[in-house]
């Protein structure tokens, strides 16, 4: 995952074991042999073997040519796998195809009946889109150094290309400058990357043949500049960095040249720091309160002939671009900053739709989607999956249009996430995304997709993400102890809310600490998946299915008696107790659940006011609290509709419990 453009089973299988060595043919440099050795640490890790080497490589890769010295738009990533029973060839252009063939070689490693192993094949592969982002928010909540490093080897192991690295907004500003230190001084609460760690960053990610292109957010967005530098400001202030969450009135003012002379200034040592092609400055969502009631502005709004705060934000970013590119960069920034005036090169990234994105193609600037990739929303990874760059909104473009629309990012904002938790939001759901990036426009099977990301998952661990080993901790911190079966069990059944049900839900600030069960629960439960799936198995012939039942029963039996086995932590616990509802409604649908097994058992269809009456509780069941909801709902509500229905596996009787 993602899946390959073109797959050719072969015959046999390629015996993987602590021999196993690569060989480089043609060209080789560092960035090569620093990924053949990540390769081979990665194996060992995954198959647990010490991997001594050997006389007879395993894997052969040839290179003819070097990558760009930093990671660039558009540079060649395909290449070919060849497996045999006996060698491994991988050939690529160049350098940054190898290093996403060998994540693919890593992917195809299994455990079989004697040893691991890898199936013969054949690959050839290429990306669909050259932009392949992850949008990371470090301003809202600090997100360490070592946080950034893991998530990029994540995001190398999914062929994902671009960090987007959002690092100031109203929270915080992440950066430290030299130039003006008084930005982390007064606008970080002493949490900022310096710059030698960005340069550790920025070279980690060129390595995995990553681009890392930073976010600025001006002239909204603008509290942590402001409070460092309040001259800059539309009002007079003073201000402090928020503490809480949404759209705030300070703004940078654009109609100084001081102002602009201090970001001149500031995006010069940027450029110094940011090697990509590419700086971000934000421009969304920008309030104008404080243009409209400041004299000044208004006055030189009248003299120049801006009629509008539309137009006046419009000034903004044409002087802005004229900043960037003295010091060699192009501009990017979100839907907002589209207008006519901006000159071609300008990327622009929509969060608010395909017209959007298209509409930015059709006056011949590249675009990037964001919309339908929010991850901090927790959406179920096939909601992700079903939406392209290239979809309706671009059908009408003609070929040169279409080929702006440049790819995607998925995007993490930090308003309900910590270090503790940004994996689990990130992984495995951002490699759905991956693949809707990286493959072709056919590959579409969300079934499919989720039996591969079940295993992407839990390789995913290997690069070190902790978006599964985290789990446990989080629940065991919430018990006060080893986290019980019973409290185990409603972890599972549940799935957090995401941005807009937590923002209304209550009154969240930079100081609320995250740390309870909507905290630790999964965004899309694996294992309500599972056993959805067995479900549907069943419905569709209960005679032949009796394992699933058997299964699916001894589930819906646990959670009839969870609620009584987990009343004395809940009742003891300040942080559990709100869950003492959620508890009750787990064991009311494992009971419903068993009495839709019993009719199904029966092979006669369930009385029709029965079925009315326990979907009617479900139903009521599935409504959030303590900001997750029940997802156990789901595959019960399945059985009972599925036993209501005569043509659903069961008519003629065709029950199990006789068997």
Not at 34 to 49: F, M, N, Y
Not at 215 to 232: C, K, M, N, Q, R
Not at 396 to 414: F, V, Y
Request: with cysteine; proline share 6%.
């Amino acid at each position: 995952m993602p899946m390959p453009a073109e797959v050719r089973l072969g015959e046999g299988k390629l015996l993987i074991d602590a021999s196993f060595s690569i060989r480089m043919n043609g060209y080789s440099d560092q960035k090569l042999q620093a990924a053949a050795s990540r390769l081979t640490t990665r194996i060992s890790r995954q198959t647990g073997i010490p991997i001594t080497g050997g006389d007879r490589p395993v894997l052969t890769i040839e290179c003819r040519a070097a990558a760009p010295e930093t990671p660039r738009l558009g540079e060649d990533e395909s290449y070919q796998l060849d497996i045999t029973p006996k060698t491994a060839h991988l050939s690529a252009h160049a350098v940054t195809g190898a290093l996403r063939g060998m994540e693919t070689f890593s992917q195809l490693i299994v455990p079989g009946a004697d040893s691991f192993f890898v199936p013969a094949l054949h690959i050839e592969d290429r990306p669909r889109f050259a932009w392949r982002g992850l949008m990371l928010d470090v301003a809202r909540h600090w997100m360490p150094t070592p946080v950034i490093l893991r998530n990029l080897d994540a995001m190398a192991a999914v062929k994902l290309n671009v960090l987007h690295w959002h690092l100031s907004d109203d929270q915080g500003f992440r950066v430290e400058s030299q130039r003006f230190p008084k930005l982390q001084e007064l606008g970080s609460d002493g949490n900022y990357y310096t710059q030698a760690e960005i340069r550790r960053v920025v070279a980690y990610a060129g390595e995995r043949g990553i681009r890392v292109v930073p976010e600025f957010d001006i002239p909204g967005h603008a509290t942590s500049w402001l409070a460092a530098y309040p001259e800059l400001g539309s009002a007079p202030g003073p201000f402090r960095i928020e503490r809480k969450w949404g759209i705030f009135e300070p703004t940078l003012d654009p109609t100084r040249e001081d102002v602009y002379a201090f970001l001149g200034a500031f995006f010069g040592e940027v450029a110094g720091l940011f090697p990509d092609e590419y700086v971000h400055i934000g421009g969304d969502e920008v309030l104008d309160n404080e243009w409209r009631s400041n004299a000044a502005i208004q006055q030189f709004c009248r003299r120049n002939g801006l009629r509008s705060s539309v137009e006046l934000h419009a000034y903004f970013n044409r002087k802005l671009q004229k900043l960037l590119e003295k010091h060699g960069k192009k501009m990017m920034g979100w839907d907002e900053v589209l207008s006519p005036a901006l000159e071609p090169g300008v990327v622009i990234q929509s969060w608010r739709g395909q017209q959007s994105l298209a509409d930015a193609a059709r006056k011949g600037y590249r675009g990037v989607l964001s919309f339908g990739y929010y991850l901090n929303y927790l959406k179920p990874a096939a909601f992700h999956y079903q939406v392209d760059p290239l979809g309706d909104a671009a059908k009408e473009l003609d070929g040169a249009q279409a080929a702006l629309i440049t790819g995607g990012e998925a995007c993490m904002w930090a308003e309900y996430i910590t270090e503790e938790t940004i994996d689990s939001r990130l992984w495995p759901r951002a490699a759905a995304i991956a693949e809707r990036l990286w493959s072709p426009a056919t590959v579409t099977d969300a079934d499919s997709m989720y039996n591969r990301l079940g295993i992407v998952s839990r390789w995913l661990e290997y690069t070190g993400v902790r978006h599964r080993s985290d789990y446990q901790p989080l629940l065991d911190r919430l018990a006060g102890t080893r986290a019980t079966p019973e409290l185990l069990a409603l972890a599972d059944a549940v799935e957090a809310l995401g941005l807009n049900e937590r923002q209304v839900a209550r009154h969240y600030s930079s100081f609320v600490p995250l740390n309870r069960l909507v905290d630790a629960a999964r965004p899309e439960s694996e294992r309500i998946r599972e056993i959805g799936n067995l479900v549907n198995r069943l419905l569709a012939d209960p005679s032949q299915h009796r394992p699933e039942a058997e299964e699916i029963r001894l589930l819906f039996s646990q959670w009839s008696l969870n609620n009584e086995l987990l009343q004395p932590l809940l009742e003891s616990n300040f942080l559990l107790k709100e869950l003492e509802p959620l508890s009750a409604n787990l064991s009311r649908t494992g009971n419903i659940g068993l009495q839709a097994l019993q009719y199904l058992a029966s092979g006669v269809p369930a009385p029709p006011d029965w079925v009315a009456k326990e979907k009617q509780e479900l139903s009521e069941m599935e409504e959030s609290k303590a900001e997750v909801v029940l997802a156990a709902v789901r595959p019960v509500r399945a059985l009972v509709e599925g036993i209501s229905k005569p043509s659903a596996g069961i008519a003629g009787g065709r029950g199990f419990a006789d068997k």
